[in-house]
């Protein structure tokens, strides 16, 4: 896993992208997965959760690149004191990696304005 990036792709769609490499020399299969944070959030939040994944299969040898999308739905959180679902403005950490321990993921940060 290197070279992970955000990109808005629209008002409504994220496109997480990474470069992964086989470099065993048998050929195999990866399951790339997204998870979202936010540090600086105004309501109480999970550290990380989940957000999109892509099973891949890679020769031995090769290098691709990754592409998940994400909803910007996706990155909404529920304001229990406003009693509705929030997209807050500020900066989201994006984790990719083949699971969810922290040692492992490779992270990107995106702000949404």
Known sequence: ??????????????EVSVRLAN????????????YLGMD?????RPKKLLKGFEKVFIRAGE????KIPVATNELRTYNASAK????????YTFMVGPNSSTSTLLKVWFTLG
């Open 40 to 44: 600086s959030s105004k309501v109480e």
């Open 84 to 91: 509705r679902w929030i997209l807050e403005r500020g900066t």
């Open 63 to 66: 290098t691709l690149t990754v």
């Open 1 to 14: 896993y290197r070279n992970v990036d955000v990109n808005k792709v629209s008002a409504d769609l994220l």
């Open 23 to 34: 470099t065993g020399d048998r050929d195999g299969e990866e399951v790339v997965q997204v």
